[in-house]
């Protein structure tokens, strides 16, 4: 089982950046996609983005193409998100979660292909 704990949320301004991390603990964490989903108040779960175990891969929601950068470090267990450019709908918690399956990759990713998930950052962005 593997352990995932967000961090790098806060409250920005329209147009601020933030980025987050991820870090992971209890699994070869370089042998699985990782990814990003986010839920904001009254809404489902939504994905952000993923990036596959090697790094050499990402697929990104539509609304986040062209601001959201995501990237991963292997030796530090540890997976980001850039996010440039923010509005205020970006407002929700963030997830990141870890593939059921090791190396694994498709650019259609949906919640039920992860199997491990952390806890959340909260992200505000004020207009």
């Known amino acids: 089982q593997v352990q995932l704990v967000e961090s790098g949320g806060g409250l920005v301004q329209a147009g601020g950046s933030l980025r987050l991390s991820c870090a992971a603990s209890?699994?070869?964490?370089?042998?699985?996609?990782m990814g990003w989903f986010r839920q904001a108040p009254g809404k489902e779960r939504d994905f952000v983005a993923a990036i596959n175990w090697s790094g050499g891969s990402t697929a990104y929601a539509d609304s986040v193409k062209g601001r959201f950068t995501i990237s991963r470090d292997n030796a530090k267990n540890t997976v980001y998100l850039q996010m440039n450019s923010l509005k205020p709908e970006d407002t929700a918690v963030y997830y990141c979660?870890?593939?059921?399956?090791?190396?694994?990759?498709?650019?259609?990713?949906?919640?039920?292909?992860?199997?491990?998930w952390g806890r959340g950052t909260q992200v505000t962005v004020s207009s």
């Open positions: 209890g699994r070869t964490f370089s042998s699985y996609t």
């Open positions: 979660a870890v593939d059921k399956i090791p190396a694994r990759w498709y650019s259609d990713y949906e919640g039920a292909d992860f199997g491990s």
